[in-house]
């Protein structure tokens, strides 16, 4: 019996990992203009060729189109094939989700759902309190914000100058890695994305096109 | 998904494969005088520039490519910008390859049962047959240009395709244009150039992917 309380508690306390710490400065609401700043600054649309690596090493090619809007947090998006044909197409504006296009497996709503959550952690800067600014261990420049689901979003910047984005569940395990690389033009050419899931996937996304959307 | 991006792709190439046939054409003498001209043609090679228009973009996507394709049924569907990606039908196999890592990967996703069904349903247009496939129905129209229209019939493409519409010049009878409208808002139009006819084409670019 007491064996196994403690092989209960051993696995228990393994899937609870702690966020790494972050060496505060000086308080974050006078220094939160330092904190790194990938995201779009006005409202855009982008076009990305998207590589799609799943689990078994299955991998894929899309063409991504999104239009977001930092100052509403609307937004528009779309996948289609490198062929031309759209798979999916939807609308987010006031956190209500408009699905206008969606062939299977992109039709069902947690996909949509995830799929613009991906997005709106990519080009925007995270909504909620910014709890500490500072530095990690391993030195990166952290800034960290508790959102309103339990996540926490960590905005870092590499020793290399390059930003990166980590969004961890409550449990404080890493869910979404994001790394941003080669700004030219106002716009990071280069963004790869990892997602930690049942079934995990990454996505290597490179910029064909971007310009301002027309409000 | 695989099914339904390969019966796309395999549409398209169908659909082009039965519009590139320009001497078909010329006697404007109708879709039995096309059928028995298609046999004629062995090989076709172009160049083409799609432009997908969609509502979110402001301007038309641009992608450009080539497309080869040696009788009965080898083609090579190639696209060189923005995303490079191939698909290649040699032999009875179809294979598609990915942009990846810094070259080209066959794509692994699987669908190889529905290119299979889906090589059948378009034989009848590499045969130049608009007319004899039960999926589409074919109307023609003589304007300045020759417009071939082919709506599908039945639902199995409803959310995929409304309509396509195939632009033949009667100067040279060469194809001009294939537009595949997808909805009221979601259209790809192919520019053909560069076409040519019973050219040699080597059977390394069906087997090379590079």
């Not at chain 2, 009788?71 to 990606?85: H, I, M």
């Not at chain 2, 039960?134 to 082919?150: H, M, N, R, V």
């Amino acid at each position: 019996m007491k064996l196994a309380s403690l092989i209960i508690c051993i696995f228990v306390l393994s899937a609870c990992q702690t966020l790494p710490v972050i060496t505060q400065t000086t308080p974050p609401e006078k220094t939160a203009s330092a904190c790194p700043n990938p995201f779009l600054k006005q409202k855009t649309t982008l076009i990305h060729a998207i590589e799609v690596h799943m689990p078994g090493g299955i991998k894929n090619a899309v063409i991504g189109i999104t239009e977001a809007d930092p100052a509403t947090r609307a937004i528009s998006c779309a996948i289609m094939t490198v062929e031309g044909m759209v798979l999916f197409e939807a609308i987010e504006t006031d956190g209500s989700l408009d699905i206008r296009h969606a062939l299977p497996p992109f039709d069902s709503a947690h996909f949509a759902r995830n799929m613009i959550e991906d997005i709106k952690l990519i080009f925007f800067e995270p909504r909620g309190k910014i709890e500490k600014i500072g530095f990690l261990p391993s030195g990166e420049t952290a800034c960290r914000w508790r959102t309103g689901n339990s996540d926490t979003v960590d905005v870092l910047k590499t020793s290399g100058g390059l930003p990166e984005v980590k969004r961890y569940s409550g449990s404080g395990k890493v869910k979404r890695y994001i790394k941003f690389s080669g700004f030219t033009g106002g716009f990071y050419q280069s963004i790869e994305l990892r997602a930690q899931e049942l079934a995990s996937y990454t996505l290597f996304m490179n910029l064909v096109e971007a310009r301002p959307a027309e409000n | 998904m695989r099914r339904s991006q390969l019966s796309f792709l395999f549409i398209l190439c169908g659909i082009i494969l039965a519009a590139a046939f320009p001497n078909a054409y010329a006697a404007d003498a109708g879709f039995e005088e096309l059928r028995k001209n298609a046999a004629q043609i062995k090989t076709i090679q172009a160049d083409f520039i799609q432009k997908k228009s969609m509502k979110i973009l402001t301007k038309p996507l641009i992608s450009e490519g080539r497309f080869y394709y040696t009788a009965p049924d080898s083609f090579r569907w190639e696209y060189l910008k923005p995303l490079k990606s191939i698909v290649i039908n040699h032999k009875g196999q179809t294979k598609r390859y990915i942009y990846s890592g810094g070259k080209m990967v066959e794509d692994q996703s699987g669908g190889a049962q529905g290119m299979k069904v889906i090589l059948g349903e378009i034989t009848s247009w590499m045969s130049g047959k608009f007319d004899q496939n039960p999926s589409f129905k074919a109307t023609l129209k003589e304007d300045t240009y020759t417009q071939i229209t082919l709506t599908p019939v039945g639902q199995n493409m409803d959310g995929m395709l409304q309509k396509v519409i195939i632009t033949i010049s009667k100067k040279d009878a060469a194809v001009k244009s294939v537009n595949i409208i997808e909805s009221e808002t979601s259209s790809t139009v192919i520019d053909f150039k560069n076409t040519q006819t019973n050219k040699n084409i080597p059977e390394s670019i069906f087997q090379d992917i590079e």
